[in-house]
């Protein structure tokens, strides 16, 4: 996929103004919109570059998907070639799937929604402290702040993956 950011003609940033973003994938997908041009080659041509639009504002709308984006144009690992996590995170996370499987056995709304709301807030926190790190970065990219992000993103995958499987 090309680069999102250059897509949507923005710079290369985590901390994206969400109404500049959605006025640029507005004006992006007015000029790439495959009705604009009559000729069958020309259609198809629009078509694949509207899609390649709608990819890059799906990307950058989303703040985990927008961070991974980032972290690899500045050079930082994909999360294919670093898989860590935090030390506990793992052990934490078994322990809260167990109690999710048994709040749902039970049907036990309110526990439900207070494991959604620990969920909700590991999830602000990790997306915080990404949020720190790229705003740290001067010119370049660090290995060791690279490392950070990247252990962090892995980190919030487990979390999203969860919240995406709670019921209702």
Do not use: C
Request: a negative charge; hydrophobic letters at 40%.
């Amino acid at each position: 996929m090309p680069d999102p950011f250059n897509m949507l003609d923005l710079p290369p940033r985590y901390d994206l103004d969400e109404a500049d973003l959605h006025t640029r994938f507005i004006q992006a997908s007015s000029a790439t919109h495959p009705d604009r041009y009559t000729d069958p080659v020309e259609q198809a041509q629009a078509a694949e570059r509207a899609a390649e639009v709608n990819q890059a504002y799906a990307v950058l709308s989303d703040p985990e998907r927008r961070a991974d984006a980032l972290l690899i144009f500045l050079g930082g690992p994909a999360k294919d070639q670093d898989k860590s996590l935090p030390p506990a995170l793992l052990m934490d996370m078994m322990e809260t799937r167990e109690q999710l499987e048994e709040a749902v056995a039970q049907e036990n709304l309110a526990e439900l929604n207070k494991l959604r709301t620990w969920a909700d807030d590991q999830r602000d926190a990790h997306l915080k402290i990404i949020a720190d790190l790229f705003a740290d970065i001067q010119n370049e990219l660090p290995a060791d702040t690279a490392k950070a992000i990247r252990l962090e993103l892995n980190a919030l995958r487990y979390i999203q993956r969860m919240l995406d499987q709670m019921p209702g």
